[in-house]
């Protein structure tokens, strides 16, 4: 029978793998289970002892099969595709709002036409080519709605946009559209509307045209090229653009330097941290070197990232940065880029697999962190999969699927199969080796010793769907059908996919933006969480609900910096959530519990710091001024005469200079927060990093005014990163 503990955990737990938006899949995961019941799953799935074994169970054990495979053999592609009638619509009512001078409405209005509308016919070049894979045969379709607007409605829906574009001298997004719609071919002579008061009871005389013929594209880009050039030191510059906007494009935003380089044996990570392994803590960051407040410690990509479905409207699906002028992919209308570079990107690698199936995962009501799992398989291909597998087993998986079909074979068949064999000897050694995949997130806990045969049942069932996915869209070259057991490939993505499942778990960050007040930069700010991602390095750190440093992302990039001194050999631990100063300790232990399976001893815990509502600057204590006493000292009751007896090093120590140092701390916060309602955040952040700089030299917290600077000290990074404010209305 479980207790409440164990309830809360496997809640958690169960979390992790579904949304709490109900879908299908939770349904059919209820049904398999309760069909196989718990004695079953205790008794029989309970003895298979790795995730390889577990996915040949739900295709091919008797007991399960049945009922797991009614569900599975039903998964089929589900996405919203392109429709050529609503773009053209959507265009129109842009000219609508662009003739009444609303310019901001008319650009949202054509970037709608622009990702409802399919490519044109004539860009399929590429018919019928049947050396091309599934997923890219599949949208080859000539003359694709060409009975509305001839076909060409994306290339129109383009060029009226940059003229919405050029009018708001965006210049680069204007001359991003022209050159797409060049790509993209236009016809010599086209009549944009041919009875444009059917639609609108609007005077033809009101209409500006937007259509720009073939004779027009070339001048428009030389007028937007030779603007680009004037306005380089143009009164306009690039940061009054961005305010306008309300954001700070990715690329504006530089990433911070490492403090001390990086180091050579951690990723992204600077030469003063090292990573050290303990038996109760596991692997955890810790100071090589003397760290000071500010310090850039880690500057990482991730090794995957998705968007929260919540803001494919307003993100990059690709960079998530937010976008202005979105182009969308050719074959779906469900997912936006913020420009060709980020489109081409995605679509090389992990969304030709993930487009005709994104509406059916989000309707399953599986959670990011299972759409997380799968997009570290669906951006490297079967291939690398294979050799990430092979890597981590040492089980070949070309050379066991070819075993498995030995006895089909033809003899010239055999003799092919000896040929490739040959040719990769070479490269399975190196993939043996580790060399050439990256390996860094498979070494992070998975606490696959404390799960229950029930969590890893529900992992596999989770896992065998997003196999069934990879297979309807042709992911793999050789795909099994629904009536038999899946080949040797298949099983060991399966298997990979409940890897990721099993640490994602405890290891996913959530990637946010910082949303500004909308009266003031930093009154009122929130972050407000994009979607999650991996970064390996980071997920290294362990918690303290007094953490030593802070992180902020810059597009998908995650940066961690210091906001406290640090010494060779302490901790440099970061916040998994629960806060001292938010949450008492015994609902931040049961959080910590529930959510990571583990009990927290940091000192805040162990020492019970008070809330906000019960801190005051009172509880600081001083370090005993004598060199190497550990000797921590209260405030003296008489200031004054602050002269006391160390019971550790048994000196007398005056503690007038330390009380003075912590005034002035005080003193230095004091003016971090008039810079902060001054809104000039570089000028707080250095007058708050110079005082609890100051601060953690002479004494240790509980302090109250130490605590808040830190969390200011953080909002200002923060702002360093993505941000977003309500944009200016004049656009």
Same mark, same amino acid.
């Given at each position: 029978?479980?207790?409440?503990?164990?309830?809360?955990?496997?809640?958690?737990?169960?979390?992790?793998?579904?949304?709490?938006?109900?879908?299908?899949?939770?349904?059919?995961?209820?049904?398999?289970?309760?069909?196989?019941?718990?004695?079953?799953?205790?008794?029989?799935?309970?003895?298979?002892?790795?995730?390889?074994?577990?996915?040949?169970?739900?295709?091919?054990?008797?007991?399960?099969?049945?009922? %797991?495979?009614?569900?599975?053999?039903?998964?089929?592609?589900?996405?919203?595709?392109?429709?050529?009638?609503?773009?053209?619509?959507?265009?129109?009512?842009?000219?609508?709002?662009?003739?009444?001078?609303?310019?901001?409405?008319?650009?949202?209005?054509?970037?709608? %036409?622009?990702?409802?509308?399919?490519?044109?016919?004539?860009?399929?070049?590429?018919?019928?080519?049947?050396?091309?894979?599934?997923?890219?045969?599949?949208?080859?379709?000539?003359?694709?709605? +060409?009975?509305?607007?001839?076909?060409?409605?994306?290339?129109?829906?383009?060029?009226?946009?940059?003229?919405?574009?050029?009018?708001?001298?965006?210049?680069?997004?204007?001359?991003?559209?022209?050159?797409?719609?060049?790509?993209?071919?236009?016809? $010599?002579?086209?009549? !944009?509307?041919?009875?444009?008061?059917?639609?609108?009871?609007?005077?033809?005389? +009101?209409?500006?045209?937007?259509?720009?013929?073939?004779?027009? !594209?070339?001048?428009?880009?030389?007028?937007? +090229?030779?603007?680009?050039?004037?306005?380089?030191?143009?009164?306009?510059?690039?940061?009054?653009?961005?305010?306008?906007?309300?954001?700070?494009?990715?690329?504006?935003?530089?990433?911070?330097?490492?403090?001390?380089?990086?180091?050579?044996?951690?990723?992204?990570?600077?030469?003063?941290?090292?990573?050290?392994?303990?038996?109760?803590?596991?692997?955890? %960051?810790?100071?090589?070197?003397?760290?000071?407040?500010?310090?850039?410690?880690?500057?990482?990509?991730?090794?995957?990232?998705?968007?929260?479905?919540?803001?494919?409207?307003? @993100?990059?699906?690709? *960079?998530?940065?937010?976008?202005?002028?979105?182009?969308?992919?050719?074959?779906?209308?469900?997912?936006?880029?913020?420009?060709?570079?980020?489109?081409?990107?995605?679509?090389?690698?992990?969304?030709?697999?993930?487009?005709?199936?994104?509406?059916?995962?989000?309707?399953?009501?599986?959670?990011?962190?299972?759409?997380? &799992?799968?997009?570290?398989?669906?951006?490297?291909?079967?291939?690398?999969?294979?050799?990430?597998?092979?890597?981590?087993?040492?089980?070949?998986? $070309?050379?066991?699927?070819?075993?498995?079909?030995?006895?089909?074979?033809?003899?010239?068949?055999?003799?092919?199969?000896?040929?490739?064999?040959?040719?990769?000897?070479?490269?399975?050694?190196?993939?043996?080796?580790?060399?050439?995949?990256?390996?860094? &997130? /498979?070494?992070?806990?998975?606490?696959?010793?404390?799960?229950?045969?029930?969590?890893?049942?529900?992992?596999?069932?989770?896992?065998?769907?997003?196999?069934?996915? !990879?297979?309807?869209?042709?992911?793999?070259?050789?795909?099994?059908?629904?009536?038999?057991?899946?080949?040797?490939?298949?099983? &060991?993505?399966?298997?990979?996919?409940?890897? @990721?499942?099993?640490?994602?778990?405890?290891?996913?960050?959530?990637?946010?933006?910082?949303?500004?007040?909308?009266?003031?930069?930093?009154?009122?700010?929130?972050?407000?969480?994009?979607?999650?991602?991996? /970064?390996?390095?980071?997920?290294?750190?362990?918690?303290?609900? /007094?953490?030593?440093?802070?992180?902020?992302?810059?597009?998908?990039?995650?940066?961690?910096? &210091?906001?406290?001194?640090?010494?060779?050999?302490?901790?440099?631990?970061?916040? /998994?959530?629960?806060?001292?100063?938010?949450?008492?300790?015994?609902?931040?232990?049961?959080?910590?519990?529930?959510?990571?399976?583990?009990?927290? +001893?940091?000192?805040?815990?162990?020492?019970?710091?008070?809330?906000?509502?019960?801190?005051?600057?009172?509880?600081?204590?001083?370090?005993?001024?004598?060199?190497? *006493?550990?000797?921590?000292?209260?405030?003296?009751?008489?200031?004054?005469?602050?002269?006391?007896?160390?019971?550790?090093?048994?000196?007398?120590?005056?503690?007038?200079?330390?009380?003075?140092?912590?005034?002035?701390?005080?003193?230095?916060?004091?003016?971090?927060?008039?810079?902060?309602?001054?809104?000039?955040?570089?000028?707080?952040?250095?007058?708050?990093?110079?005082?609890? $700089?100051?601060?953690?030299?002479?004494?240790?917290?509980?302090?109250?005014?130490?605590?808040?600077?830190?969390?200011?000290?953080?909002? *200002?990074?923060?702002?360093?990163?993505?941000?977003?404010?309500?944009?200016?209305?004049?656009?």
């Amino acid at each position: 029978m479980e207790n409440a503990e164990e309830r809360y955990r496997n809640l958690c737990s169960l979390e992790t793998l579904r949304s709490g938006k109900r879908g299908f899949f939770g349904d059919f995961s209820e049904r398999v289970t309760n069909h196989v019941g718990d004695r079953w799953i205790s008794k029989v799935f309970a003895r298979f002892a790795n995730d390889e074994d577990r996915i040949r169970a739900v295709f091919a054990d008797a007991k399960i099969a049945e009922v %797991a495979l009614e569900t599975l053999n039903r998964t089929d592609l589900l996405y919203r595709g392109k429709d050529a009638n609503a773009s053209r619509t959507s265009r129109l009512e842009g000219f609508v709002s662009a003739t009444a001078a609303k310019r901001r409405e008319a650009l949202s209005r054509f970037s709608q %036409a622009v990702l409802r509308a399919p490519l044109p016919g004539s860009f399929f070049f590429r018919a019928a080519d049947s050396t091309l894979p599934l997923i890219e045969r599949s949208a080859i379709v000539p003359g694709k709605d +060409e009975k509305v607007d001839r076909g060409f409605g994306l290339p129109l829906a383009l060029l009226a946009r940059a003229e919405i574009l050029l009018a708001e001298n965006e210049h680069v997004l204007a001359l991003q559209d022209l050159r797409y719609a060049e790509e993209l071919g236009l016809p $010599d002579e086209f009549r !944009l509307v041919s009875s444009r008061e059917r639609y609108f009871k609007v005077p033809r005389a +009101e209409f500006r045209s937007f259509c720009l013929f073939r004779s027009e !594209l070339a001048r428009k880009k030389e007028t937007c +090229e030779r603007s680009m050039r004037e306005n380089e030191n143009s009164l306009i510059s690039a940061k009054e653009l961005e305010r306008r906007r309300g954001w700070t494009s990715v690329e504006s935003k530089p990433l911070p330097r490492l403090a001390a380089g990086e180091n050579p044996r951690l990723p992204g990570a600077s030469s003063l941290l090292e990573i050290e392994e303990t038996d109760d803590a596991g692997k955890r %960051a810790i100071a090589a070197k003397e760290i000071v407040p500010g310090d850039a410690l880690v500057v990482e990509a991730p090794l995957g990232a998705v968007l929260l479905p919540d803001f494919f409207g307003t @993100h990059c699906h690709h *960079c998530f940065s937010r976008f202005v002028a979105p182009v969308g992919c050719p074959d779906c209308s469900g997912v936006a880029f913020c420009g060709i570079r980020c489109k081409d990107a995605a679509i090389s690698s992990y969304h030709k697999y993930e487009c005709k199936i994104l509406a059916l995962l989000i309707g399953s009501g599986m959670s990011v962190l299972s759409m997380l &799992a799968l997009r570290m398989v669906t951006q490297n291909g079967p291939r690398k999969c294979s050799e990430i597998w092979t890597a981590l087993t040492g089980r070949d998986v $070309d050379e066991r699927e070819d075993k498995t079909a030995a006895s089909k074979q033809s003899k010239s068949a055999k003799r092919r199969s000896r040929k490739k064999k040959w040719r990769d000897s070479r490269r399975e050694q190196n993939i043996r080796e580790g060399d050439g995949v990256d390996l860094r &997130a /498979y070494d992070l806990v998975t606490h696959e010793k404390q799960r229950t045969a029930k969590d890893f049942l529900e992992r596999s069932l989770m896992a065998a769907f997003l196999l069934r996915c !990879l297979q309807r869209v042709g992911f793999f070259e050789r795909t099994s059908n629904d009536a038999e057991t899946p080949n040797e490939r298949e099983i &060991a993505v399966a298997a990979l996919l409940s890897r @990721h499942l099993q640490l994602l778990q405890f290891n996913a960050h959530e990637v946010f933006e910082t949303r500004h007040g909308t009266e003031h930069r930093f009154r009122g700010s929130k972050p407000v969480y994009l979607g999650v991602a991996v /970064y390996p390095t980071v997920a290294r750190f362990n918690h303290d609900c /007094y953490p030593a440093v802070t992180r902020y992302f810059v597009g998908r990039s995650i940066v961690v910096r &210091a906001i406290r001194r640090l010494r060779p050999g302490d901790v440099v631990a970061e916040n /998994y959530g629960p806060i001292f100063t938010k949450i008492p300790l015994k609902k931040r232990r049961d959080t910590l519990a529930g959510r990571y399976w583990f009990r927290c +001893e940091c000192t805040a815990c162990r020492e019970d710091w008070p809330l906000f509502d019960g801190l005051t600057n009172d509880l600081v204590r001083f370090r005993c001024p004598t060199e190497s *006493c550990e000797k921590l000292h209260g405030q003296p009751a008489d200031p004054s005469t602050a002269v006391v007896l160390c019971s550790g090093c048994r000196r007398e120590v005056d503690l007038r200079g330390p009380l003075e140092s912590v005034r002035e701390c005080e003193r230095l916060y004091a003016r971090g927060f008039a810079a902060m309602d001054e809104e000039r955040p570089e000028a707080a952040l250095r007058e708050f990093l110079e005082g609890t $700089d100051k601060f953690h030299r002479v004494a240790v917290p509980p302090h109250r005014d130490t605590h808040l600077a830190e969390i200011a000290a953080s909002i *200002c990074m923060a702002d360093q990163g993505n941000v977003w404010s309500q944009p200016n209305q004049t656009l």
